[in-house]
């Protein structure tokens, strides 16, 4: 892929920037062992948390909250999820080596490299255009495989159809039809849906079933930016 001076320039400054010391190692074990006394229990998904250095995706002032179990504005009207949110997620996709994952709101790119880190194939969208190259450029720097697209989330990637996986990061005002339809039978989405009183969302996993219905569970409340069309610049 071509990439002008100016953008390899940046790319290098981004990987130059990134530490990860013992300090942070040490930090990021203590969360682990809190994600595991809150109920996390697959361990490949505590290993991926415990692999993927979380204090890179913010501000470098604050490392202290990037292993806190707490969300964190990261601008563009957007938030890093808490560890907690990530790992639950995480764990309802049931994910395994070689999965291809759609990941419908990119963020921080802190989720897709922990689906990277438990051997996923991660293909993610992003619609804020400023947001979209601030994270490719950090992911680009880290070593974990990620595929990422700006566009929008409720259109998914047809052309890289149909998907094992299907996670949603943003609160969906219903189930979309055109993402169920790029889910494989047998597939699992995990997506935030708006309750009907409009104060946040509740976890849903959708399994697709030979039939083409679809398995319903629920797994709480919690609040999400909302998922919107378009793109923006914001």
Not at 69 to 94: C, K, N, W, Y
Not at 186 to 195: F, K, S, T
Request: charged share 25%; hydrophobic share 40%.
């Amino acid at each position: 892929m071509f990439r002008s001076s100016s953008q390899k320039k940046r790319i290098f400054a981004t990987m130059n920037s990134i530490e990860d010391n013992y300090r942070h190692k040490g930090m990021r074990k203590q969360l682990v062992d809190l994600l595991r006394s809150e109920g996390i229990g697959d361990e490949k998904v505590l290993s991926a948390i415990n692999a993927v250095p979380r204090h890179v995706f913010l501000d470098s002032s604050f490392v202290e909250i990037a292993y806190s179990d707490q969300a964190f504005p990261i601008g563009s009207g957007q938030t890093i999820s808490q560890p907690r949110t990530v790992a639950l997620q995480t764990e309802l996709l049931q994910v395994e080596q070689g999965m291809k994952v759609l990941e419908i709101g990119t963020g921080s790119g802190y989720q897709a490299c922990v689906l990277a880190a438990m051997g996923a194939k991660v293909f993610t969208i992003e619609r804020q255009r400023n947001l979209y190259f601030k994270t490719k450029e950090i992911l680009e720097a880290l070593p974990f495989r990620v595929k990422t697209f700006l566009g929008d989330g409720f259109e998914g990637l047809p052309t890289y159809a149909p998907f094992d996986r299907i996670i949603v990061t943003a609160g969906a005002p219903d189930i979309p039809s055109i993402l169920m339809g790029q889910l494989k039978t047998g597939g699992i989405m995990v997506i935030p849906m708006d309750n009907e009183n409009g104060d946040g969302q509740t976890m849903l996993r959708l399994t697709k079933t030979s039939d083409g219905s679809l398995k319903r569970e629920e797994f709480g409340a919690f609040k999400f930016v909302p998922m919107l069309t378009g793109t923006g610049n914001d």
